[in-house]
T-cell receptor
Framework: SQQGEEDPQALSIQEGENATMNCSYK?????LQWYRQNSGRGLVHLIL?????REKHSGRLRVTLDTSKKSSSLLITASRAADTASYFC???????????FGQGTRLTINP | DGGITQSPKYLFRKEGQNVTLSCEQN?????MYWYRQDPGQGLRLIYY???????QKGDIAEGYSVSREKKESFPLTVTSAQKNPTAFYLC???????????????FGPGTRLTVL
């Protein structure tokens, strides 16, 4: 099964509401990263949280990391139609020279 | 402009043909990566390179080949041995050194390959 599994697979909310996406993983990590992908485009890095950090903010984004539960969440506050995209978590594994990406959450913001 | 470019944006291939996808970066990054993305799916790693003249297989390397003759370039060849090559291909680079991938990756815009 996947190192990074995301939940839900799809999320549809109204503009202005908050959106929460979750990511679970299986092995020890150096850090966990969140990326965004607009349809048919490349990925854009949003935020990185290290294994010794518990929470991080960037603008309307809030990321939490619980290493005891091997899980992370991405919260987007006051969502906008432009936030419509797929969101991926990626884990940096200890001793591995690569990131492992989850399957992604497709977020739709309805105006 | 600093960044990572991929060409072409769309590519059509007949069965049995090899095709090469271009990836160039001017970010002075040591590490480069190739991923495959199928509809509605996440990214799967094909090959990666930590340094010039060296590269390693990722999770789905069969039917693909790469070269890293220059720091800024990491072309991917999709060979006729790849049974189901129709997919979206993404190239990325990062400022990595050492034994672990710590840093953010910068992605190109992708190449959509369709086998006719």
């Amino acid at each position: 099964s996947q190192q990074g599994e995301e939940d839900p697979q799809a999320l549809s909310i109204q503009e202005g509401e908050n959106a929460t996406m979750n990511c679970s993983y299986k092995t020890s990590i150096n850090n966990l990263q969140w990326y965004r992908q607009n349809s048919g485009r490349g990925l854009v890095h949003l935020i990185l949280i290290r294994s010794n950090e518990r929470e991080k903010h960037s603008g309307r984004l809030r990321v939490t990391l619980d290493t005891s539960k091997k899980s992370s969440s991405l919260l987007i506050t006051a969502s906008r139609a432009a936030d419509t995209a797929s969101y991926f978590c990626a884990t940096s594994l200890q001793g591995a020279q690569k990131l492992v990406f989850g399957q992604g959450t497709r977020l739709t913001i309805n105006p | 402009d600093g960044g990572i470019t991929q060409s072409p944006k769309y590519l059509f291939r007949k069965e049995g043909q090899n095709v090469t996808l271009s990836c160039e970066q001017n970010l002075n990054h040591d590490a480069m990566y190739w991923y495959r993305q199928d509809p509605g799916q996440g990214l799967r790693l094909i090959y990666y390179s930590q340094i010039v003249n060296d590269f390693q297989k990722g999770d789905i390397a069969e039917g693909y080949s790469v070269s890293r003759e220059k720091k800024e370039s990491f072309p991917l060849t999709v060979t006729s041995a790849q049974k189901n090559p129709t997919a979206f291909y993404l190239c990325a680079s990062s400022n990595e050194r050492g034994t672990s991938a710590y840093n953010e990756q910068f992605f190109g815009p992708g190449t959509r390959l369709t086998v006719l």
